[in-house]
């Protein structure tokens, strides 16, 4: 990993746990919703089998400040509920893609920019959340 590349990107696989609770929770979107803050870090988790714990989504994106509209707290109560889906589906930052069920790796993307005007960092969360096969 170069730290000096900009956007630097970082890439990880494996299976996420979390705690079991009433929600519709989902490692992967939740992995997303607590990444919220880094200033030019673009976050993509998903699941290769297109099912995010119980959730028939494959996973969520985040973009730099997406949440800075949603009163304090919300994320984090979002958080300690396990309901990362449901807070993060208004917001139409979910992956939804047809379930495969073909289990191969969750896997988790991460862009990081130093730059910060949309002309140096062209991702759009607009673009990525909300993503649908078919």
């Known amino acids: 990993m170069n730290p000096a590349a900009d956007p630097m990107r970082m890439l990880s696989d ?3 746990t979390v705690t079991r609770r009433p929600g519709i929770g989902g490692p992967n979107a939740r992995y997303c919703l607590s990444l919220d803050g880094p200033p030019g870090a673009h976050a993509l988790a998903c699941d290769t089998d297109g099912v995010d714990g119980a959730a028939e989504m494959a996973g969520a994106v985040i ?3 997406i949440l800075s509209g949603i009163p304090a707290g919300r994320a984090e109560q979002a958080l300690d509920d396990n309901d990362a889906h449901g807070f993060l589906a208004p917001l139409n930052l979910q992956v939804v893609t047809d379930p495969v069920l073909t289990k191969v ?3 988790r993307a991460i ?3 130093r730059r910060q005007s949309g002309t140096d960092f062209p991702l759009d969360c607009d673009l990525l959340g909300g993503m649908s096969a078919g």
Do not use: A, T, V, Y
């Open 14 to 16: 494996g299976e996420l």
């Open 63 to 65: 973009c730099p400040g």
């Open 105 to 107: 790796n969750n896997f």
């Open 111 to 113: 862009l990081i920019s």
